[in-house]
């Protein structure tokens, strides 16, 4: 049965950088459309980019671009989120999620905390 | 894209049945075939419950079931449980999640 496990998170100050990783298992990670959602504290989910298998087809929704960068590394099974210039906003769980197709997020990790505050 | 609009809540008995909607637009619920519904119970991560409009995963109940008319879909549970108090989101393609609905089992 497929796994994904995020890490990465943490407390960090408004304008910095955090790197999250994404590491899968259990199936087949390069034939899978890859996924971030966000939720914060009592709030409800929110997509945040996704990439195709080859890593060549890339979407983000419009409040992270040029912030965020969504990327993998098939060999290594692994789907990473680079966020930069942090703000009090980005302050939520971060899921990564396998995409079935059109939008049916069928495998989601456990998710890691972000907190950004100073 | 701005978000599918869910009743903020809705509650029932057990036994009973419950109804929830998510409320689009032509260019996403009434344009595609393609709505999801996923439930989350506090502090876990969500888990596909329909897809497709109204097909379910291997392991999902059947009084679970998923239908849409026009711009609008819905999640009927039947036979309500307690084990169904949770919160439950729509999704539709591409990547537009609802507002989310907690159910509570009176």
């Known amino acids: 049965e497929g796994q994904l496990v995020e890490s990465g998170g943490g407390l960090v100050q408004p304008g910095e950088s955090l790197r999250l990783s994404c590491a899968a298992s259990?199936?087949?990670?390069?034939?899978?459309?890859m996924n971030w959602v966000r939720q914060a504290p009592g709030k409800g989910l929110e997509w945040l980019a996704n990439?195709?298998?080859?890593?060549?087809?890339?979407n983000y929704v419009d409040s992270v671009k040029g912030r965020f960068t969504i990327s993998r590394d098939n060999s290594q099974n692994s789907l990473y989120l680079q966020m930069n210039s942090l703000r009090a906003e980005d302050s939520a769980v971060y899921y990564c999620?396998?995409?079935?197709?059109?939008?049916?997020?069928?495998?989601w990790g456990r998710g890691t905390l972000v907190t950004v505050s100073s | 894209q701005s978000a599918l609009t869910q009743p903020r809540s809705v509650s029932g008995s057990p036994g009973q049945s419950v109804t929830i909607s998510c409320t689009g637009t032509?260019?996403?619920?009434?344009?595609?075939?393609?709505v999801s519904w996923y439930q989350q119970y506090p502090g876990r991560a969500p888990k596909l419950l329909i897809f497709?409009?109204?097909k379910r995963p291997s392991g999902v109940p059947d009084r679970f079931s998923g239908s849409k008319s026009g711009n609008t879909a819905s999640l009927t549970i039947a036979g309500l449980q307690a084990e169904d108090e949770a919160d439950y989101y729509c999704c539709s393609y591409a990547v537009t999640f609802g507002t989310g609905t907690q159910v509570t089992v009176l």
């Open positions: 032509s260019n996403n619920v009434g344009r595609y075939n393609y």
């Open positions: 497709d409009v109204n």
């Open positions: 259990g199936f087949t990670f390069s034939n899978s459309w």
């Open positions: 990439v195709n298998q080859h890593g060549t087809v890339i």
């Open positions: 999620a396998t995409d079935k197709a059109y939008s049916t997020f069928d495998l």
